[in-house]
């Protein structure tokens, strides 16, 4: 039941979010991704988990110019984090179909 409503609330929540980058990656595609990548397990769209929820990460690469660069090296490569329980993990490398779909999702978590 909690894997059902994780994946509504976050289709829910792609399917309402405005703008261009959430337009190229539509709610169903990202949704799947995400399902696949086992995102959901440690991130949401705005309350922090095991690791911070994508606003907050969303908010604190807000103008940086090199966002979406960091954001892609770490998506891409499996580099060390640390949970919010003090432990520390290699973060799973996303699976994504094409580069460009992973900057679609790099570019919706920045939006929000």
Same mark, same amino acid.
């Given at each position: 039941?909690?894997?059902?409503?994780?994946?509504?609330?976050?289709?829910?929540?792609?399917? /309402?979010?405005?703008? !261009?980058?959430?337009?190229?990656?539509?709610? *169903?595609? $990202?949704? &799947?991704? #995400?399902?696949?990548?086992?995102?959901?397990?440690?991130?949401?769209?705005?309350?922090?988990?095991?690791?911070? /929820?994508?606003?907050? !990460?969303?908010?604190?690469?807000?103008?940086? *110019?090199? $966002?979406? &660069?960091? #954001?892609?090296?770490?998506?891409?490569?499996?580099?060390?984090?640390?949970?919010?329980?003090?432990?520390?993990?290699?973060?799973?490398?996303?699976?994504?179909?094409?580069?460009?779909?992973?900057?679609?999702?790099?570019r919706w978590i920045l939006s929000?």
């Amino acid at each position: 039941m909690l894997k059902f409503l994780s994946r509504t609330v976050v289709a829910m929540g792609l399917a /309402s979010l405005p703008g !261009v980058a959430h337009a190229e990656l539509d709610a *169903a595609t $990202a949704l &799947e991704v #995400l399902k696949r990548n086992d995102c959901t397990k440690c991130h949401s769209i705005q309350k922090s988990k095991n690791g911070p /929820s994508y606003t907050k !990460v969303s908010q604190k690469y807000k103008g940086d *110019a090199q $966002a979406e &660069e960091k #954001l892609f090296k770490h998506l891409t490569s499996n580099p060390k984090v640390k949970l919010a329980d003090g432990t520390e993990e290699n973060h799973k490398k996303t699976d994504f179909d094409n580069n460009d779909q992973l900057k679609d999702f790099i570019r919706w978590i920045l939006s929000l």
